[in-house]
């Protein structure tokens, strides 16, 4: 690639490089800014237990902690007003670049409570009071893609919000995700919603899916076992773009984008290389195509910076290899479905104990301050 560095020739790929992270201290003093200067920046993603970092750290937020505890705030409307607060002010520093790419960048994720994943009523309702409050076009509503998620999918984009579906981990449930979505338009659309101001983006994690076949792996402990170790998420996300590209090539989706609607883009998730012994940009480098979006934590996004290798796409002539990776764990006796469906319970288990700390630490915040 002729770009002068890795992170700017993803963005010529048509790769969105969006930071999965954000804290007070990241946006007051010029870091964000900072990122999408310098590193091809052009959105941000959060989640429980990114809140639940920055607000253990430093002292950004003592000054509207110590304003809430005055107000008499109990802590579950003290981390609605401080996690928005945030979010909207990312929003307005990334706003020139949404602008710019007519919305299809310039984002800013905020999560609903991990306690609502299997509460579809109680996930939409949580989705309207985020999109009402952080009152900003570029926000969007991020919504865990289980079965009660799946209808608040279609309830959220109906009502004209742009959602950031998340924890995808099988290509059977990112199927439902892509129904759910292009449902949510067709009654946007008999609503009378324009269909242009409608964004979405799917998250399909890639890290957690090794993780977990890797350990399965190794107990097997075979040379054909152990040859395996490291393929599985790449190969799982290949084949979600592949469903991704086959999806909106349909009668029904044509219609919709005839309309003016957008492709529902894949989100890589989970880029953090857990496994010491994959090089660090593996999931930057082996998933790049365009019309999507890679969030990287901080770490991932220096090293992509640093030394990744852009190859061009790596992704849409690698759909046989990648059946043939899946087909070999399966033959081992590893199930997918199995796999798959842990991970998507421990998702919301993992976000659900961030969201418990993130409460108890403003809890003990507030105490202190009153």
Known sequence: MSAT????????????????????????????????????????????????????????????VAELAKQGADVQTAVFEITTHDVASACDIMRPVYDA?????GRVSIEVE???????????????????????????????????????????????????????????????????YLLGLEQARQAGIDLSTIRSVASFFVSRV???????LETIGTDEALALKGKAGVANARLAYQVFEQSFETE???????????RQRPLWAST?????????????????????????????????????????????GEYDDAERVLDAIAALGISYADVTQLLEREGVEKFGASWDELLADLEAALEAAR
């Not at 990241?26 to 091809?40: A, F, P």
């Not at 790419?101 to 960048?105: I, Q, S």
């Not at 029904?252 to 309309?259: C, E, F, I, K, N």
């Open 210 to 216: 090794d993780t977990e076949i890797d350990k399965r």
């Open 272 to 316: 953090g290389v857990k496994d010491p012994a994959l090089p660090d940009t593996l999931y930057v480098v082996e998933l790049a195509v365009p019309d999507t979006v890679n969030t990287m934590p901080e770490k991932t996004l220096e090293a992509t910076f640093d030394h990744a290798e852009v190859l061009g796409d790596r992704i849409t």
């Open 101 to 105: 790419t007519d919305g299809r960048d």
């Open 252 to 262: 029904r989706a044509r219609m919709l984008l005839d309309a003016g609607a957008h």
């Open 5 to 64: 560095t890795p992170t700017q020739a993803l963005s010529e790929l048509g790769v969105s490089i969006w930071l999965d992270d954000l804290s007070r201290e990241r946006i007051l003093s010029g870091d964000l800014k900072r990122l999408m200067d310098e590193r091809n920046v052009v959105g941000v993603t959060t989640n429980p237990t990114i809140f639940a970092n920055a607000l253990s750290k430093g002292h950004a937020y003592d000054q509207q």
């Open 114 to 180: 991990p306690g609502l994943a299997h509460d579809a009523a109680g996930t939409i309702a949580e989705a309207k009071t985020l999109w009402e409050k952080v009152d900003r076009p570029n926000v969007m509503i991020k919504i865990p893609a289980t079965d009660a998620g799946l209808e608040a999918i279609t309830a959220a984009t109906a009502a004209g919000i742009s959602v950031n579906v998340t924890l995808i981990f099988s290509l059977d449930r990112y199927r439902q995700v892509i129904n759910a």
